[in-house]
């Protein structure tokens, strides 16, 4: 072997020596395909409760702050369930949809109307029972 350096060293070199006009560009250039679209993740958070309808009281005010500080959380996804079986987690806010596509901040099965989130919201349904709609 004639040059015992590393390949880069000697691409470097003869990238030099043909004049390659770079002055400082970047060699590697972006990404040509687009980048990923954010995803879904949950986070479990764990306490106490000395039962069920406690437990989904102090869970809907934990979400309820949640999304004042940080307005990403995804307030409709948020679920209760016992720490030992995730995989009977019920839901703590109505999500049902409006007629505009928007959807039901209220905590689950409630009884009334739908409204939609902020001041003034606009509200839908007939306001006959828990869950209508």
Known sequence: MRDNRSPHWRQRRAAEALGSGREGRALIGPPRRPTRPHRFFTVHLGFTAPGAADAREVAVAYAEALSLLRPEVALGAA??????????????FCGAVGPD???CVDV???PG????????????????GPGDG
């Open 113 to 128: 109307f739908h409204h939609a989130p902020g001041p003034g919201g606009l509200g839908w349904g007939d306001g006959d």
């Open 108 to 110: 689950a099965d409630h």
């Open 101 to 103: 596509g928007e959807r």
């Open 79 to 92: 679920a209760l369930s016992p720490a030992d079986a995730w995989h009977r987690a019920e839901r703590l």
